[in-house]
């Protein structure tokens, strides 16, 4: 049961299991504020960690470790100290994560990869999915330019989406809408989740569960179901199972910009004074 709100409804949702992939802490582009509110309203028996949790690249060029970052930490190790169940599947920015594989920390197990069951009987397996990224497994040194052109695309956004917030806007990732439009970008992606899907087949299991591409999806592939867990830097996504094994993709960042829209809006008022009033929906005519 979750905690209850002074409106009476549940402030945590409690969920069979939680995905999270590629939140990239240790970076400027990770969104820890994002995923702390979420974190606060979700909750679930089984945690996976599907890798990209910290950025060791990025670290290794220069240390950044805000407190927020630190605050995602220790939001984790509460909840296995309260009995949650992490498993922590490193990928490859957290690669060095890989030499401790079977050992665990403040609760949280390492493996390279796993086989989970929904509660519906299906068996998934989760891997983080860099080793299927032929640019990074045959020619790391152009995944880490890739890394740096990166980063230099998601600096644009931060001062993008800082104009745009003086004139009222929410949160738009720029580097996502891009990628999306360019053609080679579309088609690794669907070869991507192509090779996913086979190595599942492969594997014997009824689908796969995935991050490394920053490309949120829930969708069956010949029989497979993929599952690509998004990340925390451009979309704010997780995909949750819940008590009777439905899976589903959340959108925080959709969730986030539904509840500004409903926040009041101070209206300036004579004499320096301003009041508050709720934002009307529009009807249709």
């Known amino acids: 049961m979750g905690t209850q709100g002074t409106d009476g409804e549940s402030m945590e949702k409690k969920f069979r299991t939680l995905f999270l992939s590629d939140i990239h802490l240790g970076t400027r582009g990770c969104r820890a ?14 945690i996976y960690l ?10 290794k060029r220069g240390w950044y470790w805000p407190q927020a970052h630190n605050d995602v930490v220790q939001k984790l190790l509460r909840k296995a100290r309260k009995g949650a169940e992490i ?20 609760g949280i197990e390492v493996k390279a990869r796993d086989i989970h069951e929904t509660a519906d009987g299906k ?3 989760v891997i983080h999915g860099d080793q299927f990224d ?15 052109a990166y980063t230099v695309a998601l600096a ?6 800082g104009l745009r917030r003086l004139w009222g806007g929410q949160y738009w990732s720029l580097s996502k809408w891009a990628k999306l439009r360019v053609k080679q970008a579309v088609n690794f992606i669907g070869a991507y989740e192509a090779i996913l899907a086979q190595e599942a087949q492969k594997s014997g299991v009824d689908g796969v569960v995935c991050g490394h591409i920053h490309h949120a999806a829930l969708e069956d592939l010949n029989g497979i179901r993929y ?8 979309s704010c996504t997780a995909v949750v199972e819940e008590q009777d094994g439905t899976l589903r993709l959340i959108d925080w960042s959709a969730v986030t910009r539904e509840r500004n829209s409903r926040l009041p ?21």
């Not at 504020?33 to 089984?46: N, S």
């Not at 644009?156 to 989406?161: M, Q």
């Not at 809006?265 to 005519?285: H, I, L, M, Y």
């Open 227 to 234: 599952i690509n867990t998004g990340d925390w830097v451009e």
């Open 134 to 148: 032929m640019v990074v497994v045959n020619a790391k040194w152009l995944a880490h330019v890739g890394d740096v």
């Open 33 to 46: 504020d994002m995923l702390l509110d979420f974190l606060r309203e979700h909750d679930a028996e089984r």
């Open 50 to 59: 599907v890798g990209d949790i910290f950025d060791g690249w990025r670290l």
């Open 156 to 161: 644009v956004n931060f001062w993008f989406n």
């Open 265 to 285: 809006v101070v209206v300036p008022q004579a004499g320096n004074r301003a009041v508050r009033k709720p934002k009307t929906q529009k009807t249709a005519a």
């Open 87 to 106: 498993i922590y599947v490193p990928g490859n920015h957290d690669e060095v994560m890989r030499h401790y594989l079977g050992t665990h920390f403040g």
């Open 123 to 125: 068996r998934l397996l």
